[in-house]
């Protein structure tokens, strides 16, 4: 029986496994993102984290520690030095899972794991959504249309608005045109 035993073995010896999940986590430090099956994701969701919780320290001590389990200095380099500070405010939480549906060959469950700060779509929407201001087409309208109007009523004002605005506008190319400045200098 495996009663509280909470490690998921991916079908490997404890060497291969950790070997396995330094290798992942190097990866993911270095590209920021990689694609795997959503077991691997979450073993390496868990792996991950206390690196990137150790890397706020930056101690020779939690430097040789980070090496110690990644064994690859160009990441330690990258994790100390730019991933360290842009998470130095969030309190945990460093990476993300999103699934992206099921692999062909054998059906495994695939996502990719990325870290949090650096995708720049997601950070980007939410700039972009909080810039944007609302306008209306006629300075006039908002009083016109009051919340005790029904529907039918709010759609047909609009369109009559619509349509004042085009004869407006075909009334100012109309006078705009060279005809309508000799008719208007003849009379």
């Not at 309208?141 to 349509?163: F, I, L, M, R, Y």
Request: glycine share 4%.
């Amino acid at each position: 029986m495996r009663h509280n035993k909470k490690n998921n073995h991916l079908g490997r010896k404890a060497a291969h496994r950790d070997a396995m999940l330094s290798n992942m986590a190097t990866s993911l430090i270095m590209h920021k993102r990689i694609f795997t099956i959503v077991p691997k994701a979450k073993e390496l969701r868990k792996f991950v984290e206390p690196i990137i919780t150790k890397s706020k320290e930056d101690t020779t001590s939690s430097r040789r520690h980070v090496f110690s389990i990644l064994q690859n200095k160009f990441a330690v380099t990258e994790l100390f030095q730019n991933i360290s500070q842009k998470v130095a405010d969030r309190p945990g939480g460093y990476t993300r899972i999103i699934k992206t549906g099921y692999r062909l060959g054998d059906n495994a469950a695939m996502c990719f794991i990325e870290l949090v700060d650096y995708n720049e779509n997601m950070l980007g929407d939410g700039a972009a959504k909080k810039a944007k201001t609302r306008r209306s087409r006629r300075k006039g309208s908002g009083a016109a249309a009051t919340a005790t109007e029904p529907k039918a009523a709010k759609s047909a004002a609009k369109k009559a608005d619509e349509v004042v605005e085009e004869v407006q506008q075909s009334e100012a190319t109309a006078s705009d045109t060279p005809v309508a400045e000799e008719s208007a200098a003849q009379e």
